[in-house]
Nanobody, 127 residues
Framework: QVQLVESGGGSVQTGGSLTLSCEISGNTGITNSMAWFRQAPGKEREGVAAIDNEGRTRYADSVKGRFAISQDDGNNTLYLQMNSLKPEDTAMYLC?????????????????????WGQGTQVTVAS
């Protein structure tokens, strides 16, 4: 079993910065990649950024140059550094862990019902 808990969400002004954290515990050896997703009301879930156990990363076009995904040395904490925030970034942000690295990096998505997920942390960017 893998458990994930997000933190760091909040309300910021347009152009501001925010760093999200995801604490990972349990049998983390069964996963090989992690990612941040987000979902806003009335919109489909969107893959934001992904990172594998070799440090390879991928970003959604909408956040390239503004967001950065990383992990600590022990791979027990996942981070998402968000800069130059826009109102369009407002959403519930969730972290996920998965063994399906190829699918995640090809589509920046995960098959329905797959992976391990946290409960999410809300990010609100005021215009």
């Amino acid at each position: 079993q893998v458990q994930l808990v997000e933190s760091g969400g909040g309300s910021v002004q347009t152009g501001g910065s925010l760093t999200l954290s995801c604490e990972i515990s349990g049998n983390t050896g069964i996963t090989n990649s992690m990612a941040w997703f987000r979902q806003a009301p009335g919109k489909e879930r969107e893959g934001v950024a992904a990172i594998d156990n070799e440090g390879r990363t991928r970003y959604a076009d909408s956040v390239k140059g503004r967001f950065a995904i990383s992990q600590d040395d022990g791979n027990n904490t996942l981070y998402l550094q968000m800069n130059s925030l826009k109102p369009e970034d407002t959403a519930m942000y969730l972290c996920a862990a998965t063994i399906q690295r190829e699918i995640l990096f090809k589509y920046l998505k995960l098959p329905e019902g797959s992976g391990y997920w946290g409960q999410g942390t809300q990010v609100t960017v005021a215009s």
